[in-house]
């Protein structure tokens, strides 16, 4: 929840203009509010970059006020969506249902979700990692079925190590990478080796290159470090050849 229709601007042109000149062959994709899309949408014409929501709602339409559709995301020119994202399940009190609901309505208006999954500080102190991720990405696998996820993105959020000082190392990182595109292989082992997995845990300029240079790590969902164009594009620039 950041941003002006002029701050908007700045960050989009600074990305734009910084992503011409990138050498690395980073896929670019920006998630602005619901009431910078259009601008952004306008923005970005006639470039590669991207353009996703933070969240959609339910079914293609009706009374449920306050809340956006992906019909009306894919008409405002989005092709991604986040879905479950660490803040929308604690927050929010968005549950396991909930979560695969979204996806699965995602995918059907031609929208590529992107699954955030993670545990918390307390569950990971309490040896539930696994669990924790096993229990987030079976609900979806059961809801949607395997071959949705032919055209989603999963992205691992350590919420433990977001905004609260602590952090992931490349390994911490790695494992628990490899074990999300484990439970993958053990539905479709050809999605296994393509599907994309980010890592949003506190992804910077100063520790995106160790952390993308993790087998199993293949991009980043960039929170405060995004929110800088030239912070955002150094974080671009170490995306491996």
């Not at 353009?51 to 991604?80: H, K, R, W």
Request: with cysteine; glycine share 10%; aromatic share 4%.
């Amino acid at each position: 929840m950041h941003g002006s229709r002029s701050q908007v601007e700045a960050l989009i042109t600074g990305i734009k203009q910084g992503a011409a000149a990138l050498s690395s062959p980073a896929d670019i994709l920006v998630l602005p509010t619901f009431v910078h899309l259009t601008q952004a949408h306008a923005l970005l014409t006639n470039t590669t970059i991207l353009l996703g929501a933070q969240n959609l709602y339910l079914g293609t339409q009706g009374a449920f006020t306050g809340e956006i559709a992906g019909p009306m995301l894919v008409d405002a020119g989005c092709q991604y969506v986040l879905v479950g994202h660490s803040e929308r399940r604690t927050l929010f009190h968005e549950d396991l249902t909930l979560v695969a609901q979204k996806f699965k309505a995602a995918v059907e208006c031609g929208l590529k979700p992107i699954l955030c999954i993670g545990e918390t500080k307390d569950e990971r102190e309490r040896g539930e990692t696994v669990k924790i991720i096993s229990d987030q990405l079976q609900s979806v696998i059961h809801l949607a079925g395997i071959e949705a996820f032919q055209h989603a993105v999963i992205a691992y959020e350590p919420v433990w190590a977001i905004g609260t000082g602590l952090t992931a190392t490349p390994d911490q990182a790695q494992e628990v990478h490899a074990f999300i595109r484990l439970l993958i292989s053990q539905n479709h082992v050809d999605l296994a080796k393509t599907i994309r997995i980010l890592y949003g845990g506190s992804m910077k300029p100063d520790n995106a290159a160790s952390l993308l240079a993790m087998p199993d790590i293949d991009g980043g969902l960039i929170g405060g470090a995004s929110l800088e164009a030239n912070s955002f594009l150094k974080i671009c620039a170490e995306v491996p050849t």
